[in-house]
């Protein structure tokens, strides 16, 4: 069974720095789109299931980032671990939510994949 779980959600100061990993777990042949996404408490955006995109990054390489998040966050990948992070710099308590890591996965040589969500971890910010 091929699942996504995060991890590295805590509570930090404004200003201070925090990395998520979220790890796909079970029979994954390659990492292929992977993103964060985040949901601050009670707010629902427009997007994808109402969270908003932090950033992605693609089995070539290529990132993207919200511009609220840009030059604080990088999204990098370690395709030997089945992992991907999130490393977070310069907190503010705007950035305070709970973060999901979703991925496209390849299950097999020839094709199959899996699309999904992690179940969240909680990032809170103090001021």
């Known amino acids: 069974q091929v699942q996504l779980v995060e991890s590295g959600g805590t509570l930090v100061e404004a200003g201070g720095s925090l990395r998520l990993s979220c790890v796909a777990s079970?029979?994954?042949?390659?990492?292929?789109?992977m993103g964060w996404y985040r949901q601050a408490p009670g707010k629902q955006r427009e997007g994808v299931a109402g969270r908003e995109l932090v950033a992605t990054v693609t089995s070539g390489g290529s990132t993207n980032y919200a511009d609220s998040v840009l030059g604080r966050f990088t999204i990098s990948r370690d395709n030997a671990k089945n992992t991907f992070y999130l490393q977070m710099t310069s907190l503010k308590p705007e950035d305070t939510a709970v973060y999901y890591c979703?991925?496209?996965?390849?299950?097999?040589?020839?094709?199959?994949?899996?699309?999904?969500w992690g179940q969240g971890t909680r990032v809170t910010v103090s001021s």
């Open positions: 979703n991925a496209e996965l390849g299950l097999s040589a020839n094709g199959a994949t899996w699309y999904g």
């Open positions: 079970g029979s994954v042949f390659s990492l292929n789109f």
